[in-house]
Each structure stands twice: as C-alpha cells, then as structure tokens.
C-alpha cells in the first residue's frame, strides 16, 4: 500500500480536475449550442463525481484506491475527448477541461503503475 505522500500528486490532480470539470459544466450551460453539449455536461458532472471520490478514498488510504484511480483515468480520458471535440469549435473552457482530464488520467495511471511495483 502507498503512503499519503504517494497519492498526494494524484489527490492534487483529482481535484484540479474536478474543480474544471464543474466549472465547463456550468459553462456550458450558458452556451447558446447548450443542446449539442448534453454529453459534454454530463461527462464533466460524472468525471468530477468520479474524481472527488477517488480523493476520498486515497484520503483514507483506501483499500480500493487503485481501482478507482483505474477508473478515474478511464472517465478523464473519455472526458477530454469529449470536451477537446468542443475545444476545437473555440470553446475555451471545454479545451481547459479537457487539458486537465488528460493530466488527472496520466497521474492516476501513474500512481497505479507505482501501486503495482510496491
């Protein structure tokens, strides 16, 4: 098991990450295409859900902090694909959000792969 120091990189980027996530969801709502970014918002609000748990969880040195890690990758990535389609129309907030998702998904698959080796 990783110590709090080990996951603190990943706990950082979690946050980061769902902070952006709300704040392109709440963008989005205000844009005059909002019907076209239904799965852009909904992504933004489960990949926030998603990170914020797995901070939970590493917060308390969970015993299942590496699957959810697994996991939050797997949403950030989808996330950033999502938002980076809307990125490239000029939307800035979506090309923010989806720079952070494609951070948090490194760092989680990151610390997995130190979890594996310890």
């Not at 098991?1 to 080990?6: I, R």
């Not at 748990?53 to 939050?72: F, T």
């Not at 720079?99 to 494609?102: E, I, L, M, N, V």
């Given at each position: ?6 996951y603190?990189e990943c ?8 902070n ?32 914020r ?20 990758a ?13 990125a490239?129309m000029g ?7 989806a720079?952070?998702?494609?951070k ?15």
């Open positions: 098991m990783m110590n709090q120091q080990q603190q706990i950082n980027a979690c946050t980061e990450c769902a952006t996530c709300d704040y392109c969801a709440s963008s989005c709502l205000n844009e005059a295409t909002v019907i076209d970014l239904r799965r852009c918002i909904r992504l933004d609000l489960e990949c926030a859900a998603i990170c748990a797995a901070v939970e969880v590493m917060s308390i040195k969970g015993l299942y902090s590496e699957q959810l890690c697994n996991i939050c797997e949403i950030c990535r989808d996330c950033a694909e999502e938002c980076q389609r809307h490239d939307m800035e907030h979506c090309r923010e959000c720079d952070a998702c494609r948090c998904a490194a760092v989680c698959e990151d610390m997995v792969h130190q979890a594996v080796r310890q």
